[in-house]
């Protein structure tokens, strides 16, 4: 089965996903967040469509490991979806994982206008690809 990475953001949420061998992660789109909450139903198609047995969501901590407003959000977020979806949902310590995206696509020389598009999907790859990594070691 597969995992569902996300990076939840102000105002997109970045989406990625594992192969089915839980060794590599893609990014797959990413969602514009809107006031009707609308995020939940998409993120809910692309767990059917996927066949996803369990989710990432980044958890963004501050640089002394404590958990912030925005920290509070995403664990508020995950729980939300754990209600919803009934599958396991993990949190994991995104810390810079997003400045780690903007870097590689500025030294890709990818335009602003670009990055824009798919630096949250590619954060959601990082997340993702560090949690597969981080379990594949245990």
């Known amino acids: 089965m597969k995992i569902l990475g ?20 893609q990014g797959l789109e ?7 909450g609308d995020e939940i139903a998409r993120i809910t198609e692309l767990v059917k469509m996927n066949e996803v047995s369990e989710i990432v ?7 002394n490991g404590t958990v912030g407003p925005r920290g509070e959000i995403c664990i508020e977020f995950a729980e939300t979806l754990r209600e919803t979806l009934d599958l396991p949902v993990h949190l994991w ?7 780690s995206a903007e870097r590689t696509l500025v030294d890709a020389d990818v335009s602003r206008k670009k990055r824009k598009k798919v630096v949250d999907k590619m954060a959601a790859s990082l997340i993702l690809q560090n949690y597969l990594d981080a379990k594949s070691t245990r």
Do not use: C, H, Q
């Not at 996300?6 to 992660?25: E, H, K």
């Not at 969501?57 to 640089?63: A, E, W, Y």
């Open 57 to 63: 969501v980044g958890l963004p901590k501050n640089m």
């Open 6 to 25: 996300l990076d939840y953001g102000d105002r997109r949420i970045g989406v990625a996903l594992s192969d089915a061998f839980g060794w590599t992660a």
């Open 30 to 36: 990413v969602i514009e967040r809107r006031r009707d």
């Open 93 to 99: 310590d995104e810390r810079l994982s997003t400045v």
